[in-house]
């Protein structure tokens, strides 16, 4: 899953970027309003951790620029105000959670994880196809209740097919997926991690079906 961070200071951006890589999400750093409105209309995030003191657009007025275009990814506010009427009026404008500053990182990890569940899993915490399971709660696979072992390139590939159950993702879906705003998303390394993770697959009745010109699909022949 591809998360948006957007916050002004570089070091906590630094700092919250580098927790929410190490739980394997896929994560972009953007540093001022303008630049995260114009990435929420143009790219495929599954979440967004918004600052509010902003530069250029403050958080708010993305946050309604957002929802102004119909998107409904969950947003997680970041604030270092503790007034009531700005925790409300952010809720009001679409907001889907708050953190004030200062925090702890893992608990802002237990907040995108608790947000990611409810949008991507409808609350479940597991999404299953066959006998492959992904746990949102543990970030990890298992094939048949044994531990599946994947990069994490391979990881965001299979997450995004098992979100996704009985729909063909296209090379380029999936890419956007798997690489940030400053990497170069190549749809063709796709190809490699599909491969791989046949090769994972193999033995299980979970597979990988290639449509041509179409994309990929994630079945399980027990189904």
């Not at 979440?47 to 119909?70: H, I, K, Q, S, T």
């Not at 708050?98 to 609350?123: D, H, I, M, S």
């Not at 791989?196 to 994309?215: D, M, N, P, Y």
Request: aromatic share 4%; proline share 3%; glycine share 8%.
């Amino acid at each position: 899953m591809r998360i948006l961070l957007v916050e002004d200071h570089p070091q906590l951006a630094e700092s919250v970027a580098q927790a929410l890589k190490g739980e394997g999400w896929t994560v972009d750093v953007l540093h001022d309003g303008v630049a995260a409105d114009l990435a929420l209309a143009s790219e495929d995030y599954a979440l967004a951790v918004l600052d509010v003191g902003l530069p250029r657009m403050d958080g708010f007025e993305v946050l309604a620029r957002v929802r102004g275009r119909g998107k409904t990814l969950p947003v997680l506010m970041l604030t270092a105000r503790g007034e009531v009427k700005d925790r409300v009026h952010g809720l009001n404008l679409g907001a889907d959670d708050y953190l004030a500053k200062p925090f702890e990182l893992t608990e802002l990890e237990a907040r995108v994880k608790a947000l990611l569940r409810r949008a991507v899993l409808g609350g479940e915490q597991q999404q299953r196809c066959g006998a492959l399971v992904y746990d949102l709660g543990t970030r990890r696979f298992t094939l048949a209740e044994e531990p599946l072992s994947l990069t994490s390139r391979e990881q965001s590939v299979l997450g995004a097919l098992i979100a996704r159950p009985g729909r063909v993702m296209s090379k380029e879906q999936l890419a956007s997926q798997v690489f940030g705003l400053d990497e170069e998303a190549s749809p063709d390394a796709i190809e490699i991690y599909i491969h791989r993770l046949r090769k994972k697959l193999e033995g299980s009745a979970v597979r990988i079906v290639t449509f041509r010109g179409l994309g990929y699909l994630l079945e399980s022949q027990d189904a």
